[in-house]
């Protein structure tokens, strides 16, 4: 469209909306800013409005598309066959011969039929009512019957055979079952809830051996369970089996449900929850396991869960939600819903009188019925055969599985049963709160926002705090960095690199002012404040232990820090770094660990090994860290309690060229002490005396304060401090045990 | 996966016959969906096109997860489907006013002003195909509106687009066809 045209349809639609047509003619005149072609094509346009009024003011023809259809040719006699679905009595249809109609469902017509060849029996053949997709279903039952032909079960009516008719209607032929549906027998013979059960459970087993052939029924209902007798005995049988699953569901079957066509709507009240809400969701075969619910349901109290004319009537919508959500009553309670003529015809019908049916079903068989019913599939029981089985064990007394539900699951279930009330309820307490309290509810309301206010500007002042800090800091004013940070109550709640830093720095100079406390608190923060990058596996993250671990241990605060270290191996058991491996063992065991800390540490240990064992050091830098590798290894095994290796690994460490003092004094007392393990007294002494003198010049006033933080030649005074720690316990095996 | 939704992903990728196996499914759904509607209805016609294609598409794609834009395809066969049918019904009313043999109508001898609904659908039509030629996007929003009865928020929906858009091209659609219609006669 060029832009021109594009133009005069905009001031066009734009001059629509303006009514008045003095105020119609202004807008134009500023529109079209006296372009007078332009106003010439747009004046056109609404002129022919009252012949594009008259043309297309009918509103949309698609109202007569009824009338239009009800015309057409071929039409009437689709909707004939639909509403008559009569069959000739006498017609051949395929080998068969009609003899007469002995059912009507929503989905075709049953007949008698005899068959001739290649042996003369009666069968039913039903005659399904179909649109214009015959083909397609045909197909798909010649699918289906393989899986029916295999069917072979004493409660199963089996499907012999399937065609089309001329007309292009489908049929199949069935066993013919002369019986009458399940419920009216029950009821006719007055069959007390024992019986009926054990008949129940012997279509559980028919439709526990169709689904271990792969067909689902999904239409189960009472009148596809016919009650026939052979000698006297009554035997339910199941017909219309894969019918439904042969259609792929495109079927008008009975329960197929379908806006506003209710005629061919049979039997919602046997649909199951899934089957109802035809969502993507695959129905399986627990959706037959819920019809078996609903049939338990109806021979026990002689209604179904849910009203079949109610869900009719009340349109799809709701319909669904029925089935889908509101939940049932029990059996037992079900019965209390009755009146009083309806309750006894039901007992009379069970052989019973109201107050012991009642009495009957509470318990046990509501427990099963409802189990069987749950809208959940997965928490229904699983198989036919699960729920027969069930049914055979309340028979024989023995506990059943299914029981009373749980508090949180009734209360659940409750809120479902009440959804509407509850909402109300809420909805009206709302109300009342609102209405009595607005003004203190805004009050409150105000009292918190301030209050989160203060609390952000008191964090956004913390954090200016740390950075003067910093900055006092650099300039080397340690103490009123100190003094000022100290009095920040806040704690920092993001993380930050700065503050961390500050953190440390602040740590590190109380740790010259002895004041060890203090210097955790800081070397804690510090950690907090370093988890910018919490997924962070890297040996930059686990340095920050060496800092902390041994200050807590020189507080003696034994208790945090295992907590630390338990915390900070679960964070980086799985990293595949060498140098944060080393430190994480490093700063876990300097002290005694329990044996399930040290089997933690072992994926660790391999890390660390497997990095020496490929490794080759080529640059200085490489050469020390292997050392520190190497007595990290010494100590993991000292604490496993393989000596031998111990001392194995302990000897490497000192063998590399390159070390640093601390590396060096550590893997001397922890040889110490291996040697000691290993029953070499001697040896274990050399080892001591030699860590000793290493050690002990740098602690010229003990713990109580460190003169010097270190450097990188010299040692750090952590590293010190755990060297330290380490003499100390070599010093007491060795010395005070010896 | 349904029939359908496979035929509209065919569609969406260009195979030209496949939009042609996807009308005659549409208007056999159609037809079946209305021929049950009615059999239930005793008297009048009442049905409610959107109603049927939506049921439609749901009998026929299921619910699965269809783009918007293969759903378009799906809509607007339907709206072709029941084009056809109410045109062949118009053809055949009229035909029955201008007597037998007339296989079109003949604009000349139409008089706007006086023309009954079928001429009135019979003549949107013939410029409608002259629209299809010009400005294809334009033309399958009247088709959605005029032959499928939608409301401006239901083809927004369907094309994926605008109502305000909708908006403008049905009401400058309709002049442009009405110029079309009158500069013949």
Known sequence: MDASVERVEEIFCAALEVKVPEERKAFLERACAGDSKLRAAVEKMLLSQTGVEKLFGGGSPARGLGRAMADEAGFREGVDSILSGEEEIGKRIGRYKLLQRIGEGGCGSVYMAEQEIPVRRRVALKVIKLGMDTKSVIARFEAERQALALMDHPNIARVLDAGATEAGRPYFVMELVRGVKITAYCDENHLPARQRLELFIQICSAIQHAHQKGVIHRDIKPSNILVTMHDGVPVPKVIDFGIAKATGGQLLTDKTLFTAYEQFIGTPAYMSPEQAEMSGLDVDTRSDIYSLGVLLYELLTGKTPFDQEELLQSGMVEMRRTLCEREPHRPSTKLDGLRAEELTQTALHRGSEPRKLKSLLTGELDWVVMKALEKDRSRRYQTANGLGTEIQRYLNNEPVVAGPPSRLYRFQKLVRRNKTVFAAVVAVSITLIAGLATSSWLFVREREARREQARLREEAEARAEIAQAAVLLARGKSQEADRLVDKIQIPVTEPSLEAAGVFRNLGDWNVTQGRWRQAADYFLKMVQANQVDKSDMTDGATRDLLWVGPTLIAVGDMDTYRRFVQGTIARFAGTTNPVAAEQLMKASLIVPADPATVNSLEPLAKVAEQSIAGGNPASSKDIYMFAWRAFALSLFEYRRGYVTNAVTWGQRSLGYSDRRPTCVAMSHLILAMAFWQAHQPDTARSELAQGRELVEPRFPNGLERIADLGNDASGYWNDWVMARILLAEATTLIEHRG | ?185
Request: net charge neutral; glycine share 6%; proline share 3%.
């Open chain 2, 1 to 185: 996966m349904s029939e359908v939704t496979l035929i509209l992903q065919a569609i969406g990728r260009g195979e030209s016959c496949a939009s042609e196996q996807l009308l005659p499914l549409v208007y056999d759904e159609l037809r079946r969906l209305a021929a049950a509607q009615m059999a239930r209805e005793s008297a009048g016609h009442t049905l409610q096109p959107t109603a049927l294609v939506h049921e439609a598409w749901l009998r026929l794609a299921g619910d699965g997860d269809v783009p918007w834009k293969d759903r378009a395809y799906f809509f607007s066969a339907a709206a072709q489907a029941m084009r056809r049918i109410l045109i062949e019904h118009a053809r055949r009313k009229s035909r029955l006013k201008y007597g037998g043999g007339q296989e079109r109508l003949n604009i000349e001898e139409v008089d706007l002003a006086n023309a009954t609904p079928d001429e009135k659908i019979l003549m949107v039509d013939a410029a409608l195909e002259q629209l299809e030629a010009e400005q294809p996007e334009r033309a399958r929003i009247v088709a959605l509106k005029y032959f499928g009865g939608m409301t401006n928020k239901e083809v927004a929906e369907t094309l994926g687009i605008g109502e305000r858009t909708v908006h403008r091209h049905w009401v400058c659609a309709k002049t442009w066809l009405f110029h079309k219609i009158h500069a013949q006669m």
